[in-house]
């Protein structure tokens, strides 16, 4: 059983490897993108943001993906949040294409 959990494990970790580089390629390869935020707390009282990236190509071709889920260790304050979304974005190359960032109306 515990063989089988490895394998598993390792098979999901070099999915996720390959679909990051795909994700990077195409903001590398986007003109301009824009970032969606979204705060919520789950059932064990995890403060966490969603962010999604929307990425316009040079053939006006749009794509929208979910990029990370990052859980807040402290609050859910505007400098949290800043705080996880620039480690994200800069991840993939930082703010320099980025046109929008839109949230849900949260300060």
């Known amino acids: 059983m515990k063989e089988y959990n490895i394998q598993f494990l390792g098979r999901t970790a070099e999915i ?8 990077s390629k195409e903001i590398a390869q986007s003109k301009y993108f824009s970032v969606t935020l979204d705060e919520s707390t ?4 995890v403060c966490q943001v969603l962010i999604f990236i929307k990425t316009v190509d ?3 071709s749009i794509k929208e ?3 990370d889920l990052v859980p807040l260790p402290t609050s859910a304050k505007g400098s949290d949040i800043y705080s996880a979304l620039d480690s ?6 930082g ?3 980025c046109s929008y960032i839109v949230t849900d109306g949260a300060k």
């Open 16 to 23: 996720s490897k390959q679909l990051e580089a795909q994700l």
């Open 42 to 45: 789950d059932i064990t009282d």
């Open 58 to 60: 040079e053939q006006i």
């Open 65 to 67: 993906e979910l990029i």
């Open 88 to 93: 994200v974005v800069e991840k993939y190359g």
């Open 95 to 97: 703010f320099s294409k």
